[in-house]
């Protein structure tokens, strides 16, 4: 008998894990490396989460909770939903996981039957397809392009429904590409699904809060109301809060979905962290102010690696609207040949060349579902991303 499942095989570990792993073994082999891999802000946990999280530890707030969450948390939550999104949950409508990925895949394993499919938009997170198939789904990949800067059309969506959608998953701003969907764009996306009264709604607003310029944030429920009873609005205090390693993630959606969410994680992980649900409500609660001051600095290095990117033949960086990430297009270069004579065939190539060559590490395209592409995250310093975005010029003008 096999000792691997079958399901497993379906599934491939996470690339952009793999590139940040790939990085670390080349620096600590004594190369200079400059990593844009890893989809984290650079910068600390604010000291008041911190504090919180201390003061949780030192009042002997360290024993199991409620599978789902505390109730101080729920209220944080609803709290945050109203301010922040419009939108009325009550705690009855609310799970706490560890970390936003731990709540996405709670609900497809919930949900999910043999046969049932879920929509993703290409460029995606590279773990939904690869969730949806542990789940026993088949995902159901519907392409935005580069023209349309990157975003789903109605009539994209409209194609990838069929009488077996059981989700369609919605992310803005998006990993990989930064994009942000207009209250318009998402309200000809909400249209679209008013018409398919069997596909639920998995929005994941993860980046909400890291939106530049004058991009206005909007999520599903809040576009078209009448959505509410068939979305499961999903959000975490990860990337907002630079809180990647506490692991907390939360969603809200009707209590029947809700509670087969809080049974999946009573069978495998019970409560996420005590002290990190501590942190967290203090995260939602306290000062908000911090996250300004995060997108000045975010928007001044996304304009520094836009402007730099732009001024190499052969790439196209389109400006997106938040998250830390730029997606160019690389199909100007597909066919040339670096001076060790590696051709670039396609945007793996290039990206292993770009590493193995200057030090630069990127995630290719295809592990994000649209290619030729890469993937640069800009959650690292001014210096860093100069000296990255230099070498990739020097990179691209000394192919021929
Ligand atoms: C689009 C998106 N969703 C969800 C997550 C999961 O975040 P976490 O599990 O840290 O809450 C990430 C993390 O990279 C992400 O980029």
Not at 82 to 94: F, H, I, S
Not at 115 to 122: K, N
Not at 226 to 246: E, F, H, Q
């Amino acid at each position: 008998m096999e000792l691997l499942s079958k399901t497993l095989a379906r599934v491939k570990p996470s690339p952009t894990i793999a590139v940040t792993q790939k990085a670390a073994e080349l620096k600590a082999a004594g190369k200079d490396v400059i990593g844009l891999g890893a989809g984290e802000p650079d910068f600390d946990t604010p000291q008041n989460i911190k504090d919180a999280g201390i003061a949780a530890i030192t009042a002997g707030k360290t024993k199991y909770t409620a599978v789902d969450g505390i109730p101080e948390l729920k209220q944080a939550i609803c709290a945050k939903f109203k301010r922040d999104n419009g939108l009325d949950y009550t705690p009855a409508q609310v799970s706490v996981g560890t970390g936003g990925k731990q709540i996405l895949y709670n609900a497809l394993m919930a949900t999910m039957n043999p046969g049932e499919e879920v929509v993703i938009p290409a460029p995606y997170w590279v773990s939904y397809p690869d969730m949806v198939l542990l789940a026993g789904g088949t995902p159901v990949i519907a392409p935005a392009t580069l023209e349309n800067d990157f975003k789903l059309t109605p009539e994209a969506l409209e194609e990838a429904i069929t009488p077996n959608t059981k989700w369609f998953i919605f992310n803005s701003p998006s990993n990989p590409t930064g994009a942000g969907y207009s209250w318009d764009e998402l309200k000809a996306l909400t249209d679209v699904l008013m018409r398919h009264p069997h596909v639920w709604v998995m929005t994941d607003d993860m980046y909400e809060h890291l939106a530049y310029d004058d991009f206005k944030f909007c999520t599903p429920a809040q576009v078209e109301p009448a959505l509410y009873d068939r979305t499961l609005t999903v959000n975490g205090v990860s990337k907002a809060y630079a809180m990647t390693g506490w692991r907390i993630g939360y969603a809200a959606g009707p209590e029947k979905l809700i509670g087969a969410m809080r049974k999946v994680q009573s069978q495998s992980t019970s409560n996420p962290c005590t002290v990190s649900q501590w942190a967290a409500v203090e995260a939602l609660n306290g000062t908000q102010d911090y996250i300004a001051e995060n997108n000045k600095m975010f928007t001044r290095r996304r304009n520094l690696v836009v402007d730099m990117l732009s001024e190499i033949d052969g790439i196209v960086c389109p400006k997106p609207e938040g998250a830390f990430y730029v997606y160019p297009s690389i199909a100007g270069l597909i066919g040339k040949t670096t001076p060790s004579g590696v051709t670039i065939t396609d945007d793996e190539v290039f990206a292993t060349a770009l590493l193995e060559d200057t030090g630069v590490a990127v995630v290719f395209g295809a592990a994000f579902g649209l290619s030729p592409n890469f993937r640069i995250s800009y959650a690292t310093s001014d210096e860093a991303l100069k000296e990255a975005c230099t070498r990739l010029q020097q990179f691209c003008a000394a192919l021929s």
